[in-house]
């Protein structure tokens, strides 16, 4: 495989849009159009050169999954889906994942597991994620009377859910008309598979 040409068509504020020119083994020029991130930080170890996290956060008392949902202009839906957020520019994976939990959910925690880099919709656009996993102590604190810290575009509703019923929830919400993220929808197969 090599590059011949990373061309940017129309850039906005979040996002640009690409043609990529390439050849394979057999050497036949191809094009591919797909979406980038325009807010992707500079790759270094502490963000993994990341767009993005997603949050699995786990109450430690209960063994509870905080998920929410929030409108999501692209799909025109409200959206079931982990926490999740941008990476700023000179901040960690795991700061970002704290930072948006706190501000998504209002509930701070301490990470105990970062997954290596995976492809959102590799046929799409060159975004990549991390999955963090948080453990939320309810003794803390801080935990007793949660606020968020929403930005003006947000609106996000938290729902504490046992882990062994996610995917019934995930039903639930299905038939009230939301979307299911896929990142959560596959966890959610996984803990019943």
Known sequence: ??????????????????VLTYKLK????????????????VKTKKNMGVDAIDVIAIIK????????????PPVKSYVVEFPSGLVDEGESVQEAAVRELKEETGYTGTVTYVSKPVAY??????SKTVMVKVEIDLELEENK?????????????????KISELQKTLHK?????????VKLATFAVGVNF
């Open 61 to 72: 008392q209960t063994q509870e999954i905080i998920i929410i949902t929030q409108f999501r």
């Open 145 to 161: 009377n949660p606020t968020q810290e929403l930005e003006d575009e947000e609106d996000i509703e938290v729902h504490l859910v």
């Open 121 to 126: 919709e590799p046929g799409l656009t060159n």
């Open 26 to 41: 057999d050497e036949k020029t191809r094009m591919w159009e797909y979406v980038k991130r325009t807010t992707t930080p």
């Open 173 to 181: 919400f299905e038939e009230n008309e939301m979307v299911v993220d």
């Open 1 to 18: 495989m090599s590059i011949i040409k990373d061309e940017t068509i129309k850039s906005g504020r979040f996002l640009s849009f690409g």
